[in-house]
């Protein structure tokens, strides 16, 4: 899934500083479970990729 992501903040799916998707965003439009959303949120953030905003959803 963060591979996924990735690829899609390459092609331009995704805008600077414009949020991605939440966990449960995740969870609910890909069928994965919480922690599969959060590992790779967590994998985006070690690439620095992402920041996380708490209370952003």
């Known amino acids: 899934?963060?591979?996924a992501i990735e690829a899609g903040i390459q092609a331009?799916?995704?805008l600077p500083d414009r949020p991605?998707?939440?966990e449960n965003q995740l969870v609910w439009k890909y069928g994965i479970a919480r922690g599969a959303a959060r590992k790779s949120i967590q994998l985006?953030?070690?690439r620095r990729l992402v920041v996380t905003v708490v209370g952003g959803e």
């Open 12 to 14: 331009g799916d995704f």
């Open 20 to 22: 991605i998707l939440s």
């Open 44 to 46: 985006l953030r070690e």
């Open 1 to 3: 899934m963060a591979d």
